[in-house]
Structures are given as C-alpha cells and as structure tokens.
C-alpha cells in the first residue's frame, strides 16, 4: 500500500507558474513510475507528465515545454513545476504511482489559471 498526499495548488494568472508535490508513504521501495493526472470538468482524467525510477520523462504534448516533472526518491516526492500556465490548464491534478501495474492516488489538488 502507498499512501499519497499532494500539495500546492490554488489560482494562478495565465502566463504565471505554478510548482505541486506529491510525498508518498508506505511501500515507496516497490514505486516504479510515479505520475501526475488531470481532470477538467466533464472530461476524461489524462496523463500529464511521469517519470521512472531511473528518471525517465513523458509528457502530454500540450505541456512539453512548459511543465517538468521531477523525483527526490529519497524523499520520496514527485514535483510538477508548471510554467506559463493556460487557462486551459485548469483541473484537479491528481498524483499517481504505480508499483507493477497497480495504481495509487491522491487525493487531488485544484488548479485554477485565471485568463
């Protein structure tokens, strides 16, 4: 079992930035890719951003170049730094992590961008 608690959040003007975290707790050793989701109103939840154990990235092709994604295995923490931020960019981000095939979340932060 792994237990997540994301941070950060809250209202940003376009074009600002926006940095969330995630602390995972419990078996945090058997995390292999850890993630961040969003969901929009009405819409499906959607891959943002994820990174491997090893450090290896993917991103949405609507946030490369903006967003970067990053891991503190000591920690045990994934951030989510969000840079010239879109009205369109507005959900509730939700952390994942995955431990051979069985997925974790949290409990979901609010991301508002502002036009």
């Known amino acids: 079992q792994v237990h997540l608690v994301e941070s950060g959040g809250g209202l940003v003007q376009a074009g600002g930035s926006q940095g969330l975290s995630c602390a995972a707790s419990?078996?945090?050793?058997?995390?292999?890719?850890m993630a961040w989701y969003r969901q929009a109103p009405g819409k499906q939840r959607d891959l943002v951003a994820s990174?491997?154990?090893?450090?290896?990235?993917k991103y949405a092709l609507s946030v490369i170049g903006r967003f970067t994604i990053s891991r503190d295995s000591a920690k045990n923490t994934v951030f989510l730094q969000m840079n010239s931020l879109k009205p369109e960019d507005t959900a509730v981000y939700y952390c994942n992590a995955d431990i051979w095939g069985n997925s974790y979340w949290g409990q979901g932060t609010q991301v508002t961008v502002s036009s």
């Open positions: 419990g078996a945090t050793s058997s995390i292999t890719t």
């Open positions: 990174i491997t154990r090893g450090g290896m990235t």
